[in-house]
C-alpha cells in the first residue's frame, strides 16, 4: 500500500514539473490598420519671407533753401497729387523774380537802341557819308543786345522756378511719414534727412526671394519659352500678414530680377497686391505662400511614420504580414501628408497606426478596413 502512494505521488510531482517547465502559448498578432500606397497629384505650400513697399515711395526734399514758414499737413495724414504740404519763406526769391525782370527791361531799351543804331546808318552807308564798317559795328550790337534781352529771359524763368520751389507739393497722391522739420526751421537742398516720405500704397509690392534649387522647381512648371512667358502663366499668390493672416486679396507675382544675388545666392521677385483700403504701408513685412504642383508623388501620413537619429522611419508589411521599419526620404509636405520620393514605391504597404510598439519582423493582422481609415487620413 505504501509503494502505491509513493507511485501516485512521484506521478504527480513529475506531471507538475512538467506544467512548469512547458512554453507558453503565443500571443495573438496585433490587428493594425494597413495603408496600400498611392501615387497622386498634389500642391504643396511654401512661405517665403517678404518685405512690402508702395507702389511709390518718394522723399521730399526742398528745391531751395530758406525758413520753413508753414507746414499744412500733419504725419500719417493721406494728402493728394498737387496739395499743398509745406511752405518755405518766399520773399528773397519774390525779389529775385523783380531783380530778373528789371533786367529783362533793361536788355529790351537796349536791344531797342541797339536797332535804332542800326536804321540811322543804312541810309547813311548807302548814300557813303559813313563807312560800312560802322554799320557793321551797329548790327553786332544789335545782335549782342537781342542775345541780352534772351539771357535775361532765361534768368527771369529761373526765378520764377526758385519762386515756385517755395510752395512744396505733392507728386502723388498717398500718406506723409514722419515730420523732422517744424515750423521755422531752417531748410536746404543739401539737406540729408528729408521734409518727409510719401507713398502712395493703393497698390503695395511685395518682394521675397527663391533660392536656386527653388526657382528652377517653381519656373520649370508653367509654360513659356522666356520668364516674361512664364509670368504670364502664373497663378495668384497669397501675401500672410505679421499675425499668420492671409491678406484678403490675392497678388500677382509680375517681376523676376535679372540675376541672383552672390551673397545670399537668391533671385528676388515681387508680387503686386492692390490696397484700395490702405490696409498695408510701406515698411510692413509678412510672408508670400507659394503653391508648387507635383504629379504622381507618393504620399505617406505623418501619423504613419517615427522618427531615430534624424531619420524617418514606416512599417512596411511584406505578403506574410510581417513588418520592416524602413527609412523614407522626405520632399515636401502637403497638410498632413509627407511626399516620399524614395523608400516605399508604389503598391506597397505601410503599417497606418500603432507603430510605437512594433519590432522588426513581428507579424500583425491587418485591418480589412485599413484602406478606408488610409484614405480618411490622407484627405484631411
Known sequence: MKKVTFLIL??????????????????????????????????????YPASIQGSVDVEIR?????????VLVDEGAYVTKGQTLFKINERPFREQLNNALANLHAAEAASINAQLEVDKLKPLVQNKVVSDYQLKTAKASQKIAAANIEQAKAMVESARINLGYTTVKAPV?????????????LVSATDIEPLTTLSDVHEVFVYFSLGETDFIKFKSQYAGNTIGDKIKNLP????????????????????VDGQFDKTTGAITL????????????????????????????????QSATVEMQDKVFVFTVNKENKVSKMPITI?????????ISDGIKYGDQIVLSGIDKLQEGQVIQPKKAAK?????INKK
Open 62 to 70: 526742398p528745391q531751395v533753401s530758406g525758413n520753413l514758414e508753414r
Open 236 to 255: 495668384p499668390v497669397t501675401l500672410i500678414l505679421a499675425d499668420n493672416n492671409p491678406f484678403s486679396k490675392s497678388g500677382k507675382i509680375d517681376m
Open 331 to 339: 520632399v515636401g509636405k502637403s497638410e498632413t501628408n509627407y511626399l
Open 372 to 376: 478606408e481609415v488610409a484614405q480618411i
Open 270 to 301: 515681387r508680387a503686386t497686391f492692390p490696397n484700395a483700403n490702405g490696409t498695408l504701408r510701406s515698411g510692413n513685412t509678412g510672408k508670400i505662400r507659394l503653391g508648387i504642383n507635383h504629379n504622381d508623388v507618393i504620399l505617406v501620413p
Open 10 to 47: 512521484s506521478a504527480i510531482f513529475f506531471i507538475s514539473c512538467a506544467d512548469k517547465n512547458a512554453a507558453p502559448p503565443p500571443s495573438a498578432a496585433p490587428q493594425l490598420p494597413v495603408l496600400s500606397i498611392t501615387k497622386e497629384d498634389v500642391t504643396t505650400e511654401t512661405e
Open 173 to 185: 497722391s498717398g500718406y506723409i511719414g514722419r515730420l523732422p522739420k517744424k515750423q521755422g526751421s
